[in-house]
């Protein structure tokens, strides 16, 4: 007896890993902190950072509550213990002088950026966006900042604003993640290095879409890093966030915040596309990637959306989220998370309604492959004054393999009768039919699978901007590769 | 006799242990067409899902040659390349894929395989448009996500314009008039008449006449639990009509 011999015997073989095009790391001179952490250490990156002194005390209040508060063990993951005290938190590019001008930053650094797609000379860049480059702990330039000056947007990495507009920062900082939040919120708050900032002021539509660039570099150094966005009434705009990591076999720790303000009928649209390193395709390695993000709708008509596409990092664990306290004001999520391998993603959402018709929206892919797992989790809270709010979440899962994991949690909390929450949730295998009539038209069976996937996340890559859409269809294709067959 | 282009000797294959193609002959010439009628369940979407190489399927004995080639040894895509087309008895849907896609990244992948540059979108455009003016299909089709919502009719000319974009040497239509309304079948035809490519074959599957009106067979064979019983010409379908299968000898 002979099985019919091809290669699309749609089993699914073992993932045959994609190697990650981005996994090089740079040689520069660096100024790196002992490892650890203590209160000395707090002081220094102050001292370093010559940061005033609410800061400080910013920092250190941080401190004494991550000291007491216990790493969270509640979300779907495995996690290989984290010794703080091996981190270093604070490494940077070593330099003479303050910087001026993008021609005085290392040219090593600048040709990591180009290497990863990201021009910093304004000459080359992307028309139409303007981009902060994060490399490790340090920001390293800012693009296009003259044309946003003259429409009022600041747009500059986290230390400069510090430096330059402390009044805003000390306004807004922490004010939508408080530095006792959680673990990884109260770790950050009180080592962050740099980030970025963004301010829009009133009535202004932001003229360039906003972009940073995250690089981790280092190996032994954690990246701590901070953004802050803030929406005056009436403005709006639109902020992608990138990132890659060199390959070590070592976990690296990412614990960043993002916080969002939106005023009266302000508008953030936030969209990332997260490609840190995940590891090899037996887990070793890989970024731990704990992110806090959330969004405070604080003025009526207010909106926030959230888009990501999570396709890296050996460990995901992130819930970008939306406080909706105006009146009218809406959230959204839109997320897209692929995992291969050993990774393990447990990302999802909360939608926090505490003003009268509010409405969010949550439409989840999660896509697992390999010996991944891939959880979904969501909170839809519609407090007792949040009258007549609505949510709508779907939560769609796709299995690829017999060995990989895919969960939701989905919790819903309302707290009043005439308000009206949807869920809908569905989880599928690839369809050996689809896949044979592809192949029958002689598209092979990678690219099957490619569309197939492409086809599954379209509602959340329509979301994305034009360049990022594109890059995260090259993505998902190209992190699918050799998954099936 | 023409030069053969498919030949299945003493086939036998089956599904979940359950063998369904029980010993089949059967030899198909450049130039002609062939029609297998058979009563529901004799196993012809069967044959033409093992041809086309559903993975689903054991072969448990027997042989099958395309172009002198052992078809059972390539892959689905390879089998399209090297030129089978299947027009599937119930084409599938898929969402969030649109056809225009589909059908450029089929149409593009045939290219590569004959060493031949592929076409840009425009450029694609342009053939698909005298296509679909052929089977007076309209454009939003090209825009919708694949056989999505589409209704029987519409499927299978959609099956009709991928056969045409292909230029297949060996083309399967399981049932393509099963649905179709008489105009449909009419364009349909006319569609593949004037399409196929130089000493093309085609293998229509029906249970009706009709479509026989404008694909003139050269050959009509009965097909019964899993074999071909009786080959014959077109006075064998006369023949059908008047008596049905029971009484085939
Ligand atoms: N997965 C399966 N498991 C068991 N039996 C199957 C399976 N798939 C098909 N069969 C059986 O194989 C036989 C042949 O089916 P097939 O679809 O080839 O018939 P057909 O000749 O095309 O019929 P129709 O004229 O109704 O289209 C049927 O009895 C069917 O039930
Ligand atoms: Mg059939």
Redesign the interface.
């Known amino acids: ?10 089993e699914i073989n073992q993932v045959i890993n994609q190697p990650y095009k981005y996994g090089f790391k740079t040689n520069i001179e660096k100024e790196i902190f002992p490892i650890g952490l203590n209160e000395n250490i707090i002081k220094l990156i102050v001292n370093k950072k010559k940061e005033p002194k609410f800061l400080l005390n910013f920092r250190l209040k941080a401190y004494k509550k991550w000291l007491q508060t216990k790493f969270p063990t509640w979300a779907n993951l495995q996690i290989n213990s984290l010794d703080f005290d091996k981190i270093s938190y604070y490494s940077i590019p070593k330099k003479k002088k303050k910087l001026n001008s993008l021609e005085e930053v290392d040219p090593e650094i600048l040709r990591t950026f180009e290497k990863l797609g990201i021009s910093l000379d304004e000459q080359k860049k992307l028309s139409n966006v303007a981009v902060d480059a994060v490399f490790d702990s340090v920001s390293i330039g800012t693009t296009y900042k003259e044309k946003l000056a003259k429409s009022g947007v600041i747009f500059c990495s986290i230390s400069e604003a510090i430096q330059d507009y402390p009044k805003l920062i000390e306004k807004f900082l922490g004010t939508v993640v408080s530095t006792g939040d959680n673990f990884f919120a109260s770790l950050n708050s009180a080592v962050f290095t740099d980030g970025s900032f963004c301010y829009i002021p009133q009535n202004v539509i932001c003229p360039l879409e906003l972009s940073t660039y995250f690089r981790i570099n280092d190996k032994d150094s954690g990246q701590f890093e901070r953004t802050l966005i803030v929406a005056e009434k009436n403005s709006s705009v639109n902020y992608l966030e990138g990132c890659t990591a060199p390959q070590y076999s070592e976990n690296q720790l990412h614990a960043a915040i993002v916080e969002l303000v939106a005023f009266e009928n302000a508008n953030i649209k936030y969209s990332t596309v997260q490609n840190w390193y995940s590891g090899d395709n037996k887990g070793i390695g890989g970024i731990y990637n704990f992110v806090t993000k959330r969004g405070l709708c604080i003025g009526k008509n207010a909106n926030i959306s959230w888009t990501q596409v999570e396709t890296g990092s050996s460990i995901t664990w992130k819930y970008p989220s939306c406080v909706l306290v105006g009146e009218l004001s809406s959230g959204e999520f839109y997320s897209i998370a692929l995992t291969n391998n050993y990774q393990q993603a447990d990302t999802g959402t909360k939608m926090i309604h505490l003003g009268e018709k509010t409405t969010s929206k949550i439409i989840s892919k999660g896509i697992s492959c390999g010996n991944s797992k891939n959880s979904y989790r969501g909170l839809v809270k519609i407090a007792a004054n949040a009258k007549s709010s609505r949510n709508f979440s779907q939560c769609d899962s796709f299995l690829l393999g017999s060995s990989s994991l895919a969960c939701t949690y989905p919790y819903i909390d309302i707290w009043n009768s005439n308000s009206i929450v949807e869920h809908e949730a569905t989880i599928s295998k690839i ?4 896949l ?10 990678d ?1 099957a699978v490619g ?2 996937i ?6 959340v890559v329509t979301m994305l901007p034009m360049e990022f859409a594109t890059e995260a269809d090259k993505l998902l294709s190209l992190k699918l590769e050799g998954s099936i067959g | 006799m023409n030069k053969i282009l498919l030949e299945l000797n003493k086939l036998e294959a089956s599904i979940e242990k359950k063998q369904i193609i029980n010993g089949l002959d059967l030899k198909i010439g450049e130039n002609e067409i062939h029609v297998i009628m058979g009563p529901n369940g004799s196993g012809k979407s069967t044959l033409s ?2 041809l ?9 004995s027997g042989s099958v040659l395309f172009e002198n080639k052992d078809l ?6 390879e ?3 090297e030129g089978l ?2 027009a ?1 008895q119930y ?2 849907e ?4 649109t056809n225009y ?2 059908l450029r ?2 149409y593009n ?2 290219r590569k ?1 004959l060493g031949q540059p592929e076409l840009d979108p425009l450029q694609f455009m342009e053939i698909t448009q005298i296509m679909l003016n052929k089977l007076k299909m309209r454009n939003e089709f090209l825009h919708r ?1 694949l056989n999505e919502g589409f209704s029987g009719g519409e499927k299978k000319r959609n099956e009709i314009l ?1 056969m045409l974009l ?1 230029e297949p040497k060996l083309v399967i239509l399981d049932e393509i008039d099963s649905g179709l309304d008489i105009d449909a079948i009419r364009i349909i035809c006319e569609g593949i008449n004037n399409n196929m490519i130089k000493n093309s074959s085609l293998i229509i599957i029906t249970h009706y006449p009709r479509i026989l009106q404008y694909l003139k067979p050269t050959h009509v064979h009965i097909m019964m639990a899993g074999k071909i019983v009786k080959t014959g010409n077109i006075e064998l379908v006369e023949q059908l009509e008047a008596y049905g299968y029971e009484n085939i000898e």
């Open positions: 007896m002979t099985e019919q011999k091809n290669k699309t015997n749609f369809s050996e039919e689809q044979f009539y592809l192949t029958q038209r002689g598209i092979t069976i690219q569309l197939l492409n086809g599954f996340c379209k509602d | 899902k093992i086309a190489g559903h993975p689903a399927y054991t072969i448990n059972l040894c390539l892959a689905p895509e089998r399209s390349h087309f299947l599937f084409p599938i898929i969402a969030g894929v896609d589909f990244i089929a992948e045939k395989y996500n991928q292909l």
